[in-house]
């Protein structure tokens, strides 16, 4: 099973950017899925979650900025990030949460976002 991330890169305050994930492997169903982020100097922490039943989970600080979406066809996560701040450069981490023979937890590889001006 691999979580492979893209779309990240290097955006001025105020740009966007889309990261997106996508799933691969024997697996039979995805539980959660969503991203974390590590800044420079800081833990690692969640950006936003999805779950299967559709509920969403986001930091106080993105809500209203960083819309996360799932397409469960191609295993397949999102996250829309608008406005971006100096303080949201961080590696991105895709999170989720897979049954193969149980359920399990994986992290992809990361992708860095850097916001500068």
């Known amino acids: 099973v691999q979580l492979v991330e893209s779309g990240g890169g290097s955006v001025q305050p105020g740009g966007s950017l889309r990261l997106s994930c996508v799933a691969s492997?024997?697996?039979?169903?995805?539980?959660?899925m969503g991203w974390y982020r590590r800044a420079p100097g800081k833990g690692r922490e969640l950006v936003a979650m999805t779950s299967s039943s559709g509920t969403m989970n986001y930091a106080d600080s993105v809500k209203g900025r960083f819309p996360i979406a799932r397409d469960n066809a191609k295993s397949t996560v999102f996250l829309e990030m608008n406005n971006l701040k100096p303080e949201n450069t961080a590696i991105y981490y895709c999170?989720?949460?897979?049954?193969?023979?149980?359920?399990?937890?994986?992290w992809g590889q990361g992708t860095q976002v850097t916001v500068s001006s």
């Open positions: 492997g024997s697996f039979v169903a995805i539980h959660t």
């Open positions: 999170n989720a949460t897979m049954r193969t023979s149980a359920f399990a937890n994986y």
